[in-house]
């Protein structure tokens, strides 16, 4: 049972527009989301995170999105540029629990192209 | 400061063989996890040391085992490889392994079995 689902494998959008990447999760234990970005032959890198005590984080052209009641969470990048090009991965937790236990998506690959 | 380093890059071993992969965390890291990624699976969680406890595991076989050493380094080893044990092992360190202390992940070693 996948608790943390990434539906697009794949999404392609023109630099300077919004890039939106979607996240849903079945595990109503999870209040705490993750999203990380990874470029070919390298580590997983942290981008931003959200608490379910909160619906919305900004990080400079980074903002994540929690809709609770639905289970959803989707990460907003504006404007996109060329160098955001890589796979970005959801993970959920519990806060409480332990972050070595990091439930991750499948994820996304964004391709931003000039 | 130095990253997560992973020992080595590239692996090729033969089925039945065993492996062991390092693991250097970020100094001051105190907490290890162990990551498998494969194309069709994404990333899945193998097992989280903290202070030399093995603290959460995986949904994996018993062939997957890992340790931390007193100086928080850590390996992990895989026993009678089987093809499918193909994949991208990352290693990951926190400060601790609460929420609010993001992952750093190593670059991976790329293990292939044949």
């Known amino acids: 049972d996948q608790q943390v689902k990434q539906n697009s494998p794949s999404l392609s959008v023109q630099e300077g527009r919004i890039s939106i990447l979607n996240c849903d999760y079945t595990?109503?234990?999870?209040?705490?989301f993750l999203w990380y970005k990874k470029y070919p032959a390298e580590g997983p890198t942290f981008l931003i995170s959200?608490?379910?005590?909160?619906d919305k984080n900004e990080d400079g052209r980074f903002t994540v999105f929690l809709n609770k009641s639905a289970k959803h969470l989707s990460l907003h990048i504006v404007p996109s540029q060329p160098g955001d090009s890589a796979v970005y991965f959801c993970?959920?937790?519990?806060?409480?629990?332990?972050?070595?236990?990091?439930?991750f998506g499948k994820g996304t690959k964004l391709s931003v192209k000039p | 400061k130095a990253g997560v380093t992973q020992t080595p890059r590239y692996l090729i071993k033969t089925r039945g063989q065993q492996v062991t992969l390092s693991c250097s965390p970020i100094?001051?890291?105190?907490?290890v996890s162990w990551y498998q990624q494969t194309p069709g699976q994404g990333l899945q969680f193998l097992f989280e040391?903290?202070?030399?406890?093995?603290?959460n595991k995986g949904n994996f076989p018993g062939r997957f085992s890992g340790r931390q050493f007193s100086n928080s380094r850590s390996e992990m080893n895989v026993s009678t490889l089987e093809l499918g044990d193909s994949a991208l092992y990352l290693c990951?360190?926190?400060?601790?392994?609460?929420?609010?202390?993001?992952?750093?992940f190593g670059n991976g070693t790329r293990l292939t079995v044949t």
């Open positions: 959200i608490s379910s005590i909160k």
């Open positions: 595990n109503s234990m999870f209040d705490y």
């Open positions: 990951a360190s926190s400060l601790d392994s609460a929420g609010g202390s993001p992952l750093h």
């Open positions: 040391y903290f202070s030399e406890t093995q603290r």
């Open positions: 993970a959920g937790m519990n806060y409480g629990g332990s972050q070595g236990n990091l439930i």
């Open positions: 100094s001051g890291h105190r907490s």
